[in-house]
């Protein structure tokens, strides 16, 4: 994925497999007896390399399970705990509120003596909290109109559920469009759109891809986005007048 192009130096952003086994039986007990003693040569040779790696592995599975059920579980908890404040600002801000740059500023920073986003994410890295936090701080600067931070946080954000993952990209977009960086607003739509083909998200995208495209001056291109909507998603709502964009950029015209 791009990045926004910076015009001036800016302040960082706060903090932020298993081997499968085959075997012929056949084969290895025929070959069992002539390889035994090689075996056993082998590991009387080696025996102290062996046993340090076993151990090591041991140690290693132990491990990884008491930081699973000492500290992450744990950690997530907390960071669960503290997530809560800051989502509540943040919902408030997007329902509407008056002070809704105010809120949205409490969702990142926190109050109340709770973390904002901006402090889960620093302090409770690897947990799901953290990763949520990074959504939403994203989205949260993008209401506050920096698009530069936006673009940064919902980079780093990642979900197996590719109807978020799809806003998330889709929200990249609409940062890059507003930093005027069509080529890259473009790219994010069509990621958008590509990423999980549904009634909702899919043709919002589309729409969004055609119209860059459009004005960029690629019709072939914005014909393409505009006839998979009406092909696809005629029920939508961005189906309704979508003739009309394909009139638009007809190569009659």
Known sequence: MATYKKKASKTKKKGFDSSK??????????TLDVSASRSERFVA???????GFVSLAVIVVLGYLGYENLILKPKSEEANNELFTAQNYFNQALNGSEKSDSLFLLSLNGGDGKYGFLDIIKNYSGTNAANLSTYSAGMAYYNLNDFENSIDYL???????????????????????????????LDAYRSAANLSSNSYTSPKF???????????????????????IKDLFPKSPEATLIEVQIGKNSTKN
């Open 21 to 30: 086994k085959e075997s012929t039986t056949a084969e290895v007990f025929e």
């Open 206 to 228: 589309l729409l969004k891809a055609g119209n860059i495209a459009s004005l960029l001056g690629r019709k072939s291109e914005a014909l393409k986005y505009y006839n998979r």
């Open 45 to 51: 040779k080696y025996q102290n390399y062996i046993i």
């Open 155 to 185: 980079q780093n954000f990642n979900s197996d559920d590719k109807v978020l993952k799809s806003l998330a990209v889709g929200v990249i977009g609409d940062s890059f469009a507003e930093l005027n960086q069509l080529d890259d607003a």
